[in-house]
C-alpha cells in the first residue's frame, strides 16, 4: 500500500527532486530562490528563478542556498523547502510528511543537524537522512544487500561522491567537493584567461553540456560562445571546439578520478575483486559529461558504466528507500539524539 505522507528529496546543490511513494518522481526543478532584497520576500523559487540568475535588477537576488552539497543559507533552504513540499504534496498546512533526505557520504554532524531542522521546519512530521551513494546506487538498479562490492560514482552540482558498498552498507567512500559546479567555474575562468571574455553560469553549463568533454572526442564539435569582451567592453561571440573544453575541465576532472583511485586504494581487495568483475557505476548529472566513462575508465583499468537516467538515481534510489521508513521511525528517537 503506498502512502502519500512519505517523501523522499534529492535536495542536490544544483536541484531538488521529489519522490512521494505511489507515485514516483513528482517535482525536478533548479535549487534556486530569487529574494526582494528590500522586502526579503521570495519572488520566484525553481525553474522561474533560474531564469533571473545573472539577469536580475540590483533589488532582486537570485541565489543558490546550497553550496558545495551542504547548507549555505538555512533561512532560504528552509523556505525554498517548504515551497516545494507543498507544491509536491499540496497546499494544506496541516498535511505533515514524513521525508527522507539525501546527504553527501563526506557531511558533518552539524550539516546533518541543519538538514534535519531545515526539513522539520519546512513541515515535515519526522526527518530521516540517507547518504547519496547508497541511494545513487539502489536508484542504478545495483543490489547492494549482498556481500558482493559495489563500486558506485555520484557526480552531483556540489560533490561528487564514491564509495565502495557490501551488505547494504558503505564499506569506504571519499566525498569531494568538485562536481558540475566546479565543471562550470573552470570554463568561465578558461574563457577569461584565453578568451579574455566573460560569461556567466548558465553559458558555461551551456558548453559544458554541448560541447564539454572529459576524454578526446573522433571528431571535434564547436559553440559559439558569447559574452562581453574584458578588453572592449562590448558583446563578442567566440567559436570554442571541444579540444578545449578538455583542456579547461582537466583540473577538476583530475581530482574526481583522484578521489576514484583513493577509494580503490582503501578497498578490501576481496571487495577490490568483485569491482573488477562488475565495473563501476556513474550517476548523477556528471554522468553525462561526454567520455567521463572512457576517461574513468583509463586511469583505474575498470569497466565503467552509465547507469540509466542517472540525473534521477538518487531520487529513486529515496523513493525505494522509503519502504523502511516504518523500521527507521522505531528508531528515531535514538537516531536524533546521536545527531542532536
Same mark, same amino acid.
Given at each position: 500500500?503506498?502512502?502519500?505522507?512519505?517523501?523522499?528529496?534529492?535536495?542536490?546543490?544544483?536541484?531538488?527532486?521529489?519522490?512521494?511513494? $505511489? !507515485?514516483?518522481?513528482? /517535482?525536478? +526543478?533548479?535549487? #534556486?530562490? =530569487?529574494?526582494?532584497?528590500?522586502?526579503?520576500? &521570495?519572488?520566484?523559487?525553481?525553474?522561474?528563478?533560474?531564469?533571473?540568475?545573472?539577469?536580475?535588477?540590483?533589488?532582486?537576488?537570485?541565489?543558490?542556498?546550497?553550496?558545495?552539497?551542504?547548507?549555505?543559507?538555512?533561512?532560504?533552504?528552509?523556505?525554498?523547502?517548504?515551497?516545494?513540499?507543498?507544491?509536491?504534496?499540496?497546499?494544506?498546512?496541516?498535511?505533515?510528511?514524513?521525508?527522507?533526505?539525501?546527504?553527501?557520504?563526506?557531511?558533518?554532524?552539524?550539516?546533518?543537524?541543519?538538514?534535519?531542522?531545515?526539513?522539520?521546519?519546512?513541515? $515535515? !512530521?519526522?526527518?530521516? /537522512?540517507? +547518504?547519496?551513494? #547508497?541511494? =545513487?546506487?539502489?536508484?542504478?538498479?545495483?543490489? &547492494?544487500?549482498?556481500?558482493?562490492?559495489?563500486?558506485?560514482?555520484?557526480?552531483?552540482?556540489?560533490?561528487?561522491?564514491?564509495?565502495?558498498?557490501?551488505?547494504?552498507?558503505?564499506?569506504?567512500?571519499?566525498?569531494?567537493?568538485?562536481?558540475?559546479?566546479?565543471?562550470?567555474?573552470?570554463?568561465?575562468?578558461?574563457?577569461?584567461?584565453?578568451?579574455?571574455?566573460?560569461?556567466?553560469?548558465?553559458?558555461?553549463?551551456?558548453?559544458?553540456?554541448?560541447?564539454?568533454?572529459?576524454?578526446?572526442?573522433?571528431?571535434?564539435?564547436?559553440?559559439?560562445?558569447?559574452?562581453?569582451?574584458?578588453?572592449?567592453?562590448?558583446?563578442?561571440?567566440?567559436?570554442?571546439?571541444?579540444?578545449?573544453?578538455?583542456?579547461?575541465?582537466?583540473?577538476?576532472?583530475?581530482?574526481?578520478?583522484?578521489?576514484?583511485?583513493?577509494?580503490?586504494?582503501?578497498?578490501?581487495?576481496?571487495?577490490?575483486?568483485?569491482?573488477?568483475?562488475?565495473?563501476?557505476?556513474?550517476?548523477?548529472?556528471?554522468?553525462?559529461?561526454?567520455?567521463?566513462?572512457?576517461?574513468?575508465?583509463?586511469?583505474?583499468?575498470?569497466?565503467?558504466?552509465?547507469?540509466?537516467?542517472?540525473?534521477?538515481?538518487?531520487?529513486?534510489?529515496?523513493?525505494?528507500?522509503?519502504?523502511?521508513?516504518?523500521?527507521?521511525?522505531?528508531?528515531?528517537?535514538?537516531?536524533?539524539?546521536?545527531?542532536?
Amino acid at each position: 500500500m503506498a502512502f502519500k505522507d512519505e517523501v523522499g528529496i534529492d535536495l542536490g546543490t544544483a536541484n531538488v527532486l521529489v519522490y512521494i511513494k $505511489g !507515485k514516483g518522481i513528482v /517535482l525536478n +526543478e533548479p535549487s #534556486v530562490v =530569487a529574494i526582494s532584497d528590500d522586502t526579503n520576500e &521570495i519572488l520566484a523559487v525553481g525553474e522561474e528563478a533560474r531564469k533571473m540568475l545573472g539577469r536580475t535588477p540590483a533589488n532582486i537576488i537570485a541565489v543558490r542556498p546550497l553550496k558545495d552539497g551542504v547548507i549555505s543559507d538555512y533561512d532560504i533552504t528552509e523556505r525554498m523547502l517548504k515551497y516545494f513540499i507543498r507544491k509536491s504534496c499540496g497546499g494544506s498546512r496541516f498535511f505533515k510528511p514524513r521525508i527522507m533526505i539525501c546527504v553527501p557520504s563526506g557531511v558533518t554532524e552539524v550539516e546533518k543537524r541543519a538538514v534535519i531542522e531545515a526539513a522539520t521546519q519546512a513541515g $515535515g !512530521k519526522s526527518v530521516f /537522512l540517507m +547518504e547519496e551513494p #547508497v541511494a =545513487a546506487a539502489i536508484g542504478a538498479g545495483l543490489d &547492494i544487500t549482498g556481500p558482493d562490492g559495489k563500486m558506485v560514482i555520484d557526480i552531483g552540482g556540489g560533490t561528487s561522491d564514491v564509495a565502495v558498498i557490501s551488505l547494504g552498507t558503505i564499506v569506504t567512500s571519499q566525498s569531494v567537493k568538485v562536481a558540475g559546479d566546479s565543471l562550470d567555474d573552470a570554463i568561465i575562468k578558461y574563457m577569461r584567461k584565453e578568451h579574455k571574455l566573460f560569461i556567466g553560469e548558465r553559458t558555461a553549463e551551456q558548453m559544458k553540456m554541448t560541447v564539454g568533454t572529459a576524454f578526446p572526442r573522433e571528431q571535434q564539435v564547436f559553440y559559439a560562445c558569447k559574452g562581453r569582451d574584458l578588453v572592449t567592453g562590448l558583446p563578442k561571440s567566440v567559436d570554442v571546439g571541444s579540444d578545449e573544453m578538455l583542456e579547461a575541465l582537466d583540473e577538476p576532472l583530475q581530482i574526481i578520478c583522484e578521489a576514484v583511485h583513493q577509494v580503490l586504494e582503501n578497498t578490501p581487495p576481496e571487495l577490490a575483486a568483485d569491482i573488477s568483475t562488475t565495473g563501476i557505476v556513474i550517476t548523477g548529472g556528471g554522468a553525462l559529461l561526454d567520455g567521463i566513462d572512457k576517461r574513468i575508465k583509463k586511469r583505474t583499468g575498470i569497466d565503467v558504466y552509465i547507469a540509466d537516467e542517472p540525473k534521477n538515481c538518487v531520487a529513486i534510489g529515496t523513493g525505494k528507500a522509503l519502504n523502511s521508513l516504518g523500521a527507521l521511525e522505531s528508531r528515531q528517537g535514538n537516531q536524533r539524539k546521536q545527531i542532536l
